[in-house]
């Protein structure tokens, strides 16, 4: 199966300012992640890996403060009982 899948870290309300961000556009300092996903199943068996990019402040350079970074990959493998 492919699909696309949207995820978000942070808070929504009014935070304070993330170090090495200019906070103008996004005071809350959440950031917002969307990309591919694939998931392979085979009986009780199961795969899923999905690779995301950053979509706030896309312009910007990645600040060395910044702990979430432009790109995240995840995996997970399962098996049911």
Do not use: C
Not at 6 to 32: C, I, L, M
Not at 40 to 48: I, K, M, V
Request: glycine share 14%; hydrophobic share 45%; no cysteine.
């Amino acid at each position: 199966m492919l699909g696309v899948e949207y995820w978000a870290h942070g808070r929504f309300d009014k935070a304070a300012p993330v170090a090495g961000q200019d906070n103008t556009e996004n005071p809350s300092g959440a950031r917002h992640y969307v990309g591919p996903a694939f998931m392979l199943q085979s009986g009780e068996a199961w795969w899923s890996v999905g690779a995301y990019a950053r979509v706030d402040h896309l312009g910007e350079a990645l600040a060395a403060e910044d702990p979430y970074g432009k790109v995240w990959i995840r995996t997970m493998v399962g098996m049911g009982f």
